[in-house]
Structures are given as structure tokens and as C-alpha cells.
């Protein structure tokens, strides 16, 4: 995959009604030999993106990690970053998160301004994200980190509204998510409501822990669906995954 195609790939993709399975990696929770069995999983069971990163990022394995799955693995690495130290030009793109659904300036721009110059001189695919934090039943280390209260879980016309506020400051994707550790997923209700305001590709992530979860959220509306948690616990969790997202767009293809 071109890197100047990643963000063409999610629209075009979108526009087919095609979902996408990305795996969450956290430099935390990794280490070579639990990443290698994620990537002899995904060898088996294909997933389309590992997004890189988490809420703290307390250790220096990020950059190690990322090159040991660039030499072993043609999916790409996208950086999931919390925080401009997290930047890596090794990755193929970086998702460039605002997070919209708070009232912190240092999470809306601030991280931002000080990481432009970096972005620039790097080769990343930068594709601009709105994050948006919801509510799923506890608090969350990137609602805690971030000093930001995420969206009721049971108000999906004030994710609405956000998401195209979003849009028509023209970010190019939305990301609702729950957080890691979230205790119940972003409810279809909301997924289906953003889904309706905006025409750009909707990445869920946060508590999807069965495959009727995550079948919820892609009927819902979702092109992305994100899992992290649930794959760190129970590696296997992957396959039911992938095969969630492929069985979904097979029989897309056979209505189509």
C-alpha cells in the first residue's frame, strides 16, 4: 500500500460500504514476543491496521516495536498518539488526533503546534482524526490524562452535532471511542447517529470484547472497528475478529 494512499484506501473503502479490523498496540503492554504472536495471528487472520500507541506510554519500547513489525509485516503502522513525545517517523501515518469532544486546548491544538515542525519533516501520512471520548461506564486513563469529560454515553445528538462540527472544520476521519479497559462499547445508537451527520470514515474503538459487540458497531455504521484490551488478554479474541469483518464484507460483496 502507497503511504500517500492510506487515507484514499479508508475513503474509497467507506464509499464501497467495506469495514476495516485495526489492533491496537501498546508499547506498555508489549514486548518482541508477545508482538510476534500478534503478528503470526494476523498472518492467519488478516487485519487491515495496528494503530500505535496509548494514554502514558511510560517505557521506550515504542520505537523498537514499530520496526519489528515493520520488518516482518506489510500491514501499515499507524501512530496512535496521546502525546507529541509519541511521534515516530518509522510508522507509515500518523492519526493526528483533536479531541473534540473535550474543552482542553492542549488536547485540541497545543500538542499540535508543538509537533508540526516534526510532522513536516517526517514522511507520515498525516491524517487528521476527531476524537471523541465516551462515556462507557468507568473512568478512563485517557479521560483522566487528557482532563477531559467524554460524552454521555446515552446522548447520541450531542456526538452528532460534535462529529460534524468535526467535519466541517475538515478533519477527515472520527474516532469514537471508550477508552481502554471501557466497561460496556459506544452504543449503536451513537455510532448510527454519527454515521447519519457526517459522510467521512467513522473508526469505533473501546469494550468491543465479543463478536456481537463488534457486529453492532459495523452494522451500526462503523468502517473501522479497533480492539486492543481483549486481544492482550486472550490473543485468539484476533481471529474471531477478523473473520467478524471479512464474513461482513463477504456477504456485502454477494448483495452488492
Same mark, same amino acid.
Not at 26 to 53: I, K, T, W
Given at each position: 500500500?502507497?503511504?500517500?494512499?492510506?487515507?484514499?484506501?479508508?475513503?474509497?473503502?467507506?464509499? %464501497?460500504?467495506?469495514?476495516?479490523? +485495526?489492533?491496537?498496540?501498546?508499547?506498555? %503492554?508489549?514486548?518482541?514476543?508477545?508482538?510476534?504472536?500478534?503478528?503470526?495471528?494476523?498472518?492467519?487472520?488478516?487485519?487491515?491496521?495496528?494503530? *500505535?500507541?496509548?494514554?502514558?506510554?511510560?517505557?521506550?519500547?515504542?520505537?523498537?516495536?514499530?520496526?519489528?513489525?515493520?520488518?516482518?509485516?506489510?500491514?501499515?503502522?499507524?501512530?496512535?498518539?496521546? !502525546?507529541?513525545? !509519541?511521534?515516530?517517523? /518509522?510508522?507509515?501515518?500518523?492519526?493526528?488526533?483533536?479531541?473534540?469532544?473535550?474543552?482542553?486546548?492542549?488536547?485540541?491544538?497545543? /500538542? %499540535?503546534?508543538?509537533?508540526?515542525?516534526?510532522?513536516?519533516?517526517?514522511?507520515?501520512?498525516?491524517?487528521?482524526?476527531?476524537?471523541?471520548?465516551?462515556?462507557? #461506564?468507568?473512568?478512563?486513563?485517557?479521560?483522566?490524562?487528557?482532563?477531559?469529560?467524554?460524552?454521555? %454515553?446515552?446522548?447520541?445528538?450531542?456526538?452528532?452535532?460534535?462529529?460534524? +462540527?468535526?467535519?466541517?472544520? #475538515?478533519?477527515?476521519?472520527?474516532?469514537?471511542?471508550?477508552?481502554?479497559?471501557? *466497561?460496556?462499547?459506544?452504543?449503536?445508537?451513537?455510532? =448510527?447517529?454519527?454515521? /447519519?451527520?457526517?459522510?467521512?470514515?467513522?473508526?469505533?474503538?473501546?469494550?468491543?470484547?465479543?463478536?456481537? =459487540?463488534?457486529? +453492532?458497531?459495523?452494522?451500526?455504521?462503523?468502517?473501522?472497528?479497533?480492539?486492543?484490551?481483549?486481544?492482550?488478554?486472550?490473543?485468539?479474541?484476533?481471529?474471531?475478529?477478523? =473473520?467478524?469483518?471479512?464474513?461482513?464484507?463477504?456477504?456485502?460483496?454477494?448483495?452488492?
Amino acid at each position: 500500500m502507497r503511504l500517500t494512499s492510506l487515507y484514499e484506501v479508508l475513503a474509497k473503502r467507506r464509499a %464501497h460500504g467495506q469495514k476495516s479490523l +485495526a489492533v491496537l498496540l501498546d508499547p506498555d %503492554h508489549l514486548d518482541e514476543a508477545s508482538c510476534e504472536q500478534v503478528l503470526e495471528l494476523s498472518r492467519a487472520h488478516p487485519v487491515d491496521y495496528f494503530f *500505535m500507541g496509548g494514554s502514558l506510554v511510560m517505557n521506550t519500547r515504542q520505537a523498537s516495536l514499530i520496526r519489528f513489525i515493520k520488518s516482518r509485516s506489510e500491514v501499515p503502522v499507524l501512530l496512535f498518539p496521546s !502525546h507529541s513525545l !509519541h511521534l515516530d517517523p /518509522q510508522a507509515d501515518g500518523i492519526l493526528l488526533l483533536s479531541l473534540i469532544s473535550g474543552r482542553n486546548p492542549d488536547f485540541l491544538i497545543g /500538542q %499540535h503546534v508543538i509537533s508540526a515542525p516534526l510532522l513536516r519533516a517526517s514522511n507520515l501520512q498525516i491524517l487528521p482524526t476527531g476524537y471523541m471520548l465516551v462515556d462507557t #461506564g468507568r473512568q478512563t486513563t485517557a479521560s483522566y490524562m487528557s482532563g477531559t469529560t467524554p460524552l454521555p %454515553h446515552d446522548k447520541p445528538g450531542i456526538a452528532a452535532c460534535t462529529a460534524m +462540527a468535526g467535519e466541517q472544520l #475538515g478533519l477527515r476521519l472520527m474516532y469514537l471511542d471508550g477508552g481502554s479497559g471501557a *466497561m460496556y462499547p459506544v452504543s449503536a445508537a451513537m455510532i =448510527k447517529a454519527v454515521r /447519519q451527520a457526517v459522510d467521512i470514515p467513522i473508526i469505533v474503538g473501546g469494550g468491543i470484547n465479543t463478536t456481537e =459487540k463488534a457486529q +453492532a458497531a459495523l452494522t451500526a455504521g462503523a468502517d473501522v472497528i479497533v480492539v486492543g484490551n481483549q486481544i492482550e488478554k486472550a490473543p485468539a479474541f484476533l481471529a474471531e475478529m477478523s =473473520k467478524v469483518v471479512r464474513s461482513f464484507n463477504a456477504v456485502l460483496n454477494v448483495t452488492v
